[in-house]
Nanobody, 114 residues
């Protein structure tokens, strides 16, 4: 059974940075395209960044130029470096395969507020 565990969230002021981590256990994921998703209060979960097995990346326009997704297949880890954070980045962040094939983890809360 695949388990996804996200970490690294917290409270940060606008303009600050956070680095999120996701560990994927129970499956080799090197061939999967992985994504980071965000769910803001009262909204549906949305994809903000993805990375293919060959390290090609894609970003939602709202985070382009500020967020960087990366992966370490040897460690079964996916990361999201978030810079120049804005209040609208607030939400719970999850990782999963691009098609959401695994059960969702608990996510990690990111709050951007002064």
């Amino acid at each position: 059974q695949v388990q996804l565990v996200e970490s690294g969230g917290g409270l940060v002021q606008p303009g600050g940075s956070l680095r999120l981590s996701c560990v994927v256990s129970g499956s080799r994921f090197s061939s999967n395209t992985m994504g980071w998703y965000r769910q803001a209060p009262g909204t549906q979960r949305e994809l903000v960044a993805s990375i293919t097995s060959r390290q090609y990346t894609n970003y939602d326009d709202s985070v382009k130029g500020r967020f960087t997704i990366s992966r370490d297949n040897a460690k079964n880890m996916v990361y999201l470096q978030m810079n120049s954070l804005k209040p609208e980045d607030t939400g719970i962040y999850y990782c999963n395969d691009l098609y959401g094939i695994w059960s969702w983890g608990q996510g990690t809360q990111v709050t951007v507020s002064s």
